[in-house]
Nanobody
């Protein structure tokens, strides 16, 4: 019903930049598209829980994790159906698998991964020191 496809991961040295993109689509008209969607980027390092990096509500309100404030920027283009994450000043601790996430409805805050209804397949980001 909902498809999320990430791209743009890769390897970079500390201090570098990467841009992730998530193309989202609805296979058929659904109530999801009518109600609006909240989306976000989550990440998971080996041996760690999947945690929110940044979320954006259906009206555009954003919430960033403290660890990425000032370095990461989320943007959503509803016409193109893309969700991007621009990452600057990358640190080795940013190394993780990054996932695009979607919830039906309008939600504020950095929500728990357990509340996510749809996930992308993930894209790896590796930052070397």
């Amino acid at each position: 019903q909902v498809q999320l496809v990430e791209s743009g991961g890769g390897s970079v040295q500390a201090g570098g930049s990467l841009r992730l993109s998530c193309a989202f689509s609805f296979s058929e008209y659904s109530f999801s598209e009518y109600k609006g969607t909240s989306m976000g980027w989550f990440r998971q390092a080996p041996g760690s829980e999947r945690k929110g990096v940044v979320t954006i509500g259906s009206f555009g309100r954003t919430t960033y994790a403290d660890s990425v404030k000032g370095r990461f920027t989320i943007s959503k283009d509803n016409a193109k159906k893309t969700l991007d994450l621009q990452m600057h000043s990358l640190k080795p601790e940013d190394t993780a698998m990054y996932y695009c996430a979607l919830r039906v409805g309008d939600y504020d805050g950095l929500w728990s991964a357990s509340l996510v209804q749809y996930w992308g397949q993930g894209t790896q980001v590796t930052v070397s020191s």
